[in-house]
């Protein structure tokens, strides 16, 4: 089965993670098929933080490819972030 989901560089206390679509025998930080993004969760306050190629997570998703619990909850929260803020403008 295919999987997106989150591998994890960084160094020790400063986590860093790459949103990668591989399939689901390789390892946490193993060999995968193609990076879509990043998410930095401890970046600096108004630094880019989280970022994913929509486009090509509609393409892994129609092709039957699973989100793991984290990339879908971080996606929907930046799907609404990205929502207000146009309203907000």
Request: zero cysteines; proline letters at 3%.
């Amino acid at each position: 089965m295919v999987v997106i989901r989150l591998s994890r560089g960084g160094s020790k206390g400063a986590p860093f993670y790459n949103i990668v679509v591989s399939d689901s025998r390789n390892r946490r930080d193993g060999r995968f098929i193609e990076r879509l993004g990043f998410y930095n969760p401890v970046g600096k306050e108004g630094a880019e933080n989280f970022r994913v190629a929509s486009d090509r997570l509609t393409h892994w998703v129609g092709k039957g490819a699973q989100m793991s619990d984290t990339v879908a909850r971080l996606v929907k929260v930046s799907a609404k972030a990205a929502a207000a803020a146009p309203a907000a403008a």
